[in-house]
């Protein structure tokens, strides 16, 4: 989670920032399933636009392990459900 780490640190260090206000929104956007417009990723410099790819996929696959562990949890429970007893 190296990624969003320094998003949040850059978040954090200067919130009234172009590039953390990009971020904050991203961020914001990504948490709650709604749209942002790629095209502001592209107004950040180099480093920063490679910043934002790194967190997308860190996201990504915080997300795949997070409903990993949703489905651990339904399986479970569907187990319990059919156990004799």
């Known amino acids: 989670m190296r990624a969003i780490k320094e998003a949040r640190k850059l978040i954090e260090q200067n919130p009234a920032d172009p590039s953390a206000r990009i971020f ?3 961020v914001l956007a990504l948490e709650s399933e709604v749209d942002f417009p790629i095209s502001d990723i592209y107004q950040l410099d180099y480093d920063r ?3 934002a790819i790194a967190v997308l996929t860190e996201w990504r696959l915080d997300r795949y392990y997070a ?7 339904v ?3 569907a187990k ?3 156990q004799p007893g």
């Open 24 to 26: 904050a929104r991203l």
């Open 49 to 51: 636009f490679g910043l």
């Open 67 to 73: 409903g990993k562990a949703r489905l651990f949890d």
């Open 75 to 77: 399986a479970l429970q």
């Open 80 to 82: 319990d459900l059919h």
